[in-house]
């Protein structure tokens, strides 16, 4: 045999061993692509209306000062929507519906209470984002735009008849849009990047208002809600599979889906207070209401920016009140098996919202403490999750590591200490 026939066979097999690397890259693409969806339903709570509250908030009274609580909120929020798809993963069922289980009665009632009200404060915060989107876009009265932000929600939730695949789509398009207009609003505030990376790293609280504002960003941030959600969500890509491998396969797949979306979101909530800073903190403005905000960019950016944000806030609006709706659906179905029908089920966790709205209350103060009520209700989420996924008789091979059972009671333990030191500067300084 030649020499020139060796390299025409190595040539060969060399061809088909790169078509080979790339139809697994094309197969490995495809699979990742019918797991993406469920995190990024999530994601939207990452990035409601209550984030733009604390972080505007942040951004105008403290410069960029606090973005480190966004990053470690952040990473915490990944850790804790892995733990919850793999709760469901491994089980089959939601959180709640777990808790069900092997709890008692009485826990279980208790449970639920504090995520009922964790819910409605989700969509207090998530409807009057809506409806301010609409009022600043379109000048409906307040009223008017709750009740119409509520009728879109209720469109966006029926669509799940169609399958979860389709609201997925329609949340992803909306997540797109709220990148769009905060990517344009970076491009126009000009910030100080070295601040910004500089406070990213280095944590510091200031005052007692800077620590309300830091766990109403930890609320808005790490969302019980969607703790639940999450373990009900991954149910969708959980049919038929049975053996461990195909359980580790799905938690892997949904890990790679949390990771993306999970850091969009991050970058959407660390635009907020860059933005914030950059246009408000360096006029010199401390900005008290979202209709502050829209007003004082127009002038301060020009009309684009005012405009960015308006689409940006009822996107988010929206979006979130779609998902605060499918979140009180498995809360209440789940811990007590409440038996009502669906539609019932979403007008119900629709009403104090609309309720908050008719009453005319500050929107952007009603934000800000419904996250830090948020913050308060993560504890109930939280811990009976890890203690359930610590469990080998529940799930399986899917078991919490020693590592993970420690770091999931360091997060509650952070969590539980800034709300001890939120209520001390509520009760003895002057916020």
């Known amino acids: 045999m030649s020499k020139f026939q060796l390299r025409g066979e190595d040539m060969n097999d060399q061809t088909a061993s790169i078509e080979t690397k790339i139809r697994h890259k094309v197969f490995s693409i495809n699979q990742l692509l019918k797991y993406l969806g469920p995190a990024f339903v999530v994601s939207v709570a990452y990035v409601d209306p209550g984030n733009f509250a604390t972080n505007i908030s942040g951004g105008s009274m403290f410069n960029y000062s606090l973005l480190w609580v966004i990053l470690w909120s952040n990473i915490m929020a990944i850790f804790l929507q892995s733990m919850s798809a793999k709760l469901g993963i491994a089980t089959g069922r939601s959180l709640p519906k777990i808790c069900s289980l092997i709890f008692q009665r009485k826990t279980n009632w208790f449970l639920w209470i504090i995520a009922e009200l964790a819910a409605m ?17 379109f000048k409906i009265p307040m009223v008017y735009a709750g009740f119409l932000t509520g009728i879109i929600t209720f469109m ?29 609003e970076l ?68 890990r790679i889906d949390i990771a993306i979306a999970m850091n969009i979101a991050f970058i959407v909530n660390a635009a907020m207070v860059i933005v914030s800073a950059a246009v408000f903190y360096k006029n010199g403005m401390v900005v008290n209401t979202i209709e502050e905000a829209h007003m004082s960019l127009k002038p301060l950016l ?33 811990f007590i098996g409440l038996n009502i029908p669906i539609n019932l089920r979403r007008l119900i966790t629709m009403i104090p919202a609309l309720a908050i709205i008719e009453m005319g209350i500050n929107p952007m103060k009603a934000l800000v403490i419904s996250q830090v009520i948020l913050s308060f209700a993560l504890p109930a989420a939280i811990i009976p999750m890890l203690l359930i996924t610590r469990r080998k008789d529940i799930m399986g091979k899917l078991v919490n590591k020693p590592i993970t059972d420690v770091l999931g009671w360091i997060i509650t333990g952070i969590i539980i200490f800034l709300n001890i030191l939120l209520l001390y500067y509520t009760f003895t300084a002057d916020i």
């Not at 404060?121 to 876009?137: H, P, R, S």
């Not at 960003?217 to 019980?224: K, N, Q, R, S, W």
């Not at 806030?313 to 209440?332: D, N, P, R």
Request: charged fraction near 15%.
């Open 121 to 137: 404060a989700t969509d207090l915060a998530e409807f009057l984002g809506g409806t301010l989107g609409l009022y600043l876009l």
């Open 302 to 334: 020009g009309t684009m920016s005012s405009a960015a944000f308006g689409i940006a806030l009822l996107a988010s609006g929206l979006s979130s009140s779609a998902v605060g709706t499918m979140a009180g659906q498995t809360i209440m179905s789940g």
């Open 156 to 184: 966006i939730v029926y669509m799940e008849k169609y399958g979860q695949k389709v609201v997925e789509l329609i949340i992803s398009i909306l997540i797109a849009i709220i990148c769009i207009a905060y990517g344009m």
């Open 187 to 254: 491009f126009l505030a000009k910030p100080d990047w070295t601040k910004v990376a500089i406070c990213t790293i280095i944590p510091s609280l200031s005052n007692g208002e800077a620590v309300l504002i830091a766990v109403g960003m930890l609320g808005a941030t790490v969302m019980p809600h969607v703790i639940y959600l999450h373990s009900q969500l991954v149910q969708c890509r959980n049919k038929g599979f049975v053996t461990d491998e195909d359980k580790r396969k799905h938690l892997k797949m949904e």
